[in-house]
Structures are given as C-alpha cells and as structure tokens.
C-alpha cells in the first residue's frame, strides 16, 4: 500500500501548494477607504519584496499572486501613486491594499506649432486662414505676393508697364473680390489699381480668406469672396522688428515697426515701410521697361484701447509713391511731350479710422459696435 500512498501524495502536493500558497487581493485609490465601492487601480504592480515573483492587478483592481516560502512583505506601486510595502500574515489569504496619491503637478503647459494655413471652424462661410507662419514661407514683401502658397487665389498684372495688379479668385478676375483690412473696406476706386502692394507684408499679422458671395454688410463687391488682412496689434506683436529685402532685380525694401503698451488698457504701435525698385531690365528688347520704377514711403500709427467690457482702436496711415514706367527713353521729369512714350504716376494717400465696440446688458450678452474710415 505504500507505493499506493506516496503516488496519491505526489499528485495532490502541486493542488495543496497552489491553494495554501497563493495570496487574492485588490489594490484601491486611498481616498474613501471605508467606501464599500472604492475605486480600484487596474494595472498596479505587486512583487513580494526581494524576489522575482509578482503580478498586476486586472481592469477591476483584483489580484491572485503566488506566495513563495518565507516571504512576508509584499511592495505594489502604480504610476502617480506611492510605493507601499506591506507586511502579510502566513495565514493571510486576501487583503485590500490602498494607495496614496503622489507626483502630483498643478498644471502641464503644452507648447505646439500652429499650422500655417488653416480653415476656420466658427467662420459661416469657407473661410481660410493665413497665419504668420504662412506668410514666412511665402517670403512676401507685400499683399499681392503674399498668396503663393495658396493656390485658390492668384494675382495677376492688368498692366506690366505701371505694374498694376489684381485678385483673381474662384476664376474671376477684377472688382469681384472685396478687399478689407480688420473688416474695413479699403481697396475701391483709385486705390484699386495699385492697393494690393499697398500693404507690406510684415504688417500683417494673418490674412482670412472667405471663398463665395460673402455678406453685404461691408459692401457688395464681394461676388467670389472677401480677402480680410489683420495688422499686428500692440498687445501681441513684437517690441522691436525690423527687416529688409534685396533683389537682384534692383528692389530694396526695409520695414520695421515698435509697439509701447503705455499702460493697463493703453497701448500704441509705429510701422514704417520704404522701398524701391529701380535699374529695370529689357529682357525681350523691346525698348521697355520690364517693370516700372517705384518709390514708395509709408508710416503708420495705430493705438489701441481694451478694457473688460470696451474695446477702441484707432489708426492713421500716411503713403507716398512714384512709378515711372514705359520707354527707356522717357525719364519723367521732362513734362513736354516727345518722341518715347512714358508713364509716371504719383500718388499721395492718408487714412484714417476708428473702431469702437462693448458689451453691455444683463449678463454683458449685448454689444455694439460703431467703425468708420476715411481715405
């Protein structure tokens, strides 16, 4: 009978082991421990101190570890918590373990690069957004070059030899595109012919382009769109910029521009703009120039005022240029006629303009807004 009685022994040894040697468990959140329903941490970590033997708890907290021989300390850790050791009786078969929290930050600042072209989800109409970083690929000097990368929109010459040029947008090229800037109308009538090189590009802080009939609201130009430039604002833009262009067409550009903010709601800005193109070439021997002879001077002055419930901007823009274009032969400071045909264009332009907005009304849930301009 003996043989007997040791095979019956070896078979039942590894069930008696496993069933006294194993230690069940939930590991939880320290906070309510004497709530029937304290949250357990899925995924927390036990190791019996000392060895190699551990598990982690499942989706509810729980946990079943084997209980090695002489062992007594078992250490459980979980991410954002601190580490506890704890001390486990030999006739011990389940415990709850509660851990405290730990690391803990006040808040996480996440830095990223905003794209530079992007749609505008609050916008009711197709609205693009051309921010900064968009411009800086584009490497524009002024308005007109500033859509280089966006293929929806195109600028053409009307005429090479005064370098007039205009918008094409959705096909249609001319008076159907609206030009704003902060939502002011600004490109009509003379303006029109040359206002797109008007604005230098490191004025610009973004550009809104709306595809499709736009409202009317700001005029009834804008059949294909509206093309919407905001100016870098004094609260946001840099202290000090300056920036310059050459070409070896003989185009020099210098921009620079410095804000102030006077105090808790006062705030100022200066802009300066000078350039000149000159020395213009004959490619195709034709007795002309390829492209005019400019001088362009502009300042602007803008300041600003922003306060819980009202906000006043204001604004003034002073521009001055010359174009000389057409035949070599003409110079421009001959005024009797003569044998070579030449253009020279002088223009002398002043803006001015307000804008005033608030809120107001129970719960500030009613504004009102006043703008007006003058070129």
Same mark, same amino acid.
């Given at each position: ?16 082991? #496993? ?7 939930? @590991?939880?959140?320290? %906070? ?26 499942? +989706? ?18 979980? @991410?954002? =918590?601190?580490?506890?050791? &704890?001390? *486990? ?6 415990? %709850? ?30 609205? *693009? ?17 500033? #859509? ?36 002011? !109308? &600004? ?12 604005? !230098? ?27 919407? &430039?905001?100016?870098?604002? !004094? ?11 050459? +070409? ?11 804000? @102030?903010?006077?105090?808790? =709601? ?24 390829? %492209? ?71 719960? %500030? ?11």
């Amino acid at each position: 009978m003996k043989p007997y009685i040791f095979i019956i022994f070896m078979l039942s040894a590894p069930l008696l082991t #496993f069933a006294q040697g194993s230690l069940e468990g939930k @590991v939880m959140i320290a %906070e309510s421990p004497q709530a029937s329903d304290s949250i357990g941490l899925p995924g927390a970590s036990i190791v019996w101190a000392g060895t190699n033997t551990g598990t982690s708890t499942n +989706s509810a907290g729980f946990f079943t570890i084997r209980r090695p021989k002489g062992r007594d300390k078992l250490v459980v850790s979980f @991410v954002g =918590y601190k580490t506890d050791t &704890v001390d *486990v009786a030999s006739d011990l078969d389940y415990i %709850e373990i509660f851990l405290a929290e730990d690391n803990l930050i006040e808040g996480v600042t996440v830095i990223g690069r905003a794209r530079g072209t992007h749609i505008d989800r609050d916008a009711t109409i197709a609205t *693009v957004n051309i921010t900064a970083a968009e411009l800086c690929k584009a490497a524009c000097c002024n308005l007109s070059e500033s #859509f280089v990368t966006n293929a929806s929109v195109d600028v053409n010459y009307t005429d090479a030899a005064t370098g007039a040029k205009q918008i094409q947008l959705l096909g249609l090229a001319g008076s159907y595109a609206q030009i704003l800037t902060e939502n002011i !109308p &600004v490109m009509y009538g003379l303006g029109a012919a040359y206002g797109l090189t008007y604005i !230098p590009g490191p004025w610009m802080e973004s550009i809104q382009v709306s595809k499709g009939t736009a409202s009317v609201r700001n005029g009834n130009e804008s059949i294909t769109g509206q093309i919407n &430039v905001e100016y870098k604002k !004094p609260g946001t833009s840099e202290k000090v910029f300056v920036n310059g262009f050459v +070409s070896d067409a003989g185009r020099f550009e210098s921009n620079a521009n410095a804000s @102030v903010k006077l105090n808790e =709601y006062w705030s100022t800005m200066l802009f300066a703009h000078g350039a000149t193109q000159s020395g213009a070439k004959d490619h195709n021997n034709d007795g002309f120039r390829d %492209e005019p002879d400019v001088k362009t001077y502009q300042f602007f002055n803008r300041w600003d005022y922003l306060s819980t419930n009202l906000t006043f901007r204001s604004g003034i823009k002073y521009l001055k240029e010359e174009r000389l274009g057409g035949q070599f032969a003409y110079n421009g400071s001959d005024p009797t006629w003569g044998d070579s045909y030449g253009i020279n264009i002088g223009t002398e332009r002043a803006e001015a303009f307000t804008k005033l907005g608030g809120m107001f009304g129970p719960g %500030e849930k009613m504004s009102l807004g006043w703008i007006q301009s003058v070129t």
